[in-house]
């Protein structure tokens, strides 16, 4: 099983449509977790880390749910340059590397 | 104020090649790590450097090896290239002392093994 799942989509959307992804993590002594965005053969950047509180940047909004390790990002009104692959990212507790998801792509039509 | 900057872009080797890639942290950050992301995956972690020592290592052979030098800079070099290394190598740049920011990638190297 992987660490880190994702649906690798693609999800096509609408543009002004709402959108949301979904990722689960195996390890439950996970402490940090994050959105990257990846553009087609670029680097990932960072979209927003995800509190367990829940937050908002905008038109995006994050989730994480710790008893049943899951985490979500809700992209409202949708735009054409949203279009990309969205990757969850967690960080164990007492490591330091970034667990990365496979990603979900993301292409919002005219 | 430079982000983090790797060289070279692109890369192309043969099996059996050696390759040394390098990276640049982020200024004011002392942290590198290293990434390999194969085609129509997510970034895999290789090894982190710190103080110049390898403070942490993914699930990666012994022919991936790196480097860091006291200006925080860093190298990844592989050995005995094999087609499956074929891949975006990313380095990432992060402040040791606090854990749980972000990292930071740089553009990314890209590594075709003929």
């Known amino acids: 099983r992987k660490e880190v799942e994702q649906d690798p989509g693609p999800f096509n959307v609408p543009e002004g449509a709402t959108v949301a992804f979904n990722c689960t993590y195996s390890?439950?002594?996970?402490?940090?977790f994050f959105w990257y965005r990846q553009d087609c053969r670029k680097e990932p950047k960072l979209l927003m880390s995800v509190y367990s509180s829940g937050n908002e940047d905008g038109r995006f909004t994050a989730q994480l749910n710790r008893a049943s390790q899951y985490i979500s990002l809700l992209i409202r009104d949708s735009k054409l340059s949203d279009s990309a692959t969205y990757l969850c990212v967690v960080r164990d507790t007492g490591r330091r590397a970034l667990t990365f998801g496979s990603g979900t792509r993301l292409q919002v039509q005219p | 104020d430079a982000g983090v900057t790797q060289s070279p872009t692109h890369l192309i080797k043969t099996r059996g090649q050696q390759v040394t890639l390098r990276c640049s942290p982020k200024?004011?950050?002392?942290?590198v790590s290293w990434y390999q992301q194969a085609l129509g995956q997510g970034p895999q972690f290789i090894f982190q450097y710190y103080e110049e020592e390898e403070r942490q290592r993914g699930n990666f052979p012994d022919r991936f090896s790196g480097h860091q030098f006291p200006n925080y800079s860093s190298e990844l070099n592989v050995n005995a290239l094999l087609l499956g290394d074929s891949a975006l190598y990313l380095c990432?740049?992060?402040?040791?002392?606090?854990?749980?920011?972000?990292?930071?990638f740089g553009d990314g190297t890209r590594l075709s093994i003929l």
């Open positions: 200024s004011g950050h002392d942290t």
């Open positions: 990432a740049s992060s402040l040791w002392g606090s854990s749980n920011q972000p990292q930071h």
């Open positions: 390890n439950s002594a996970s402490q940090s």
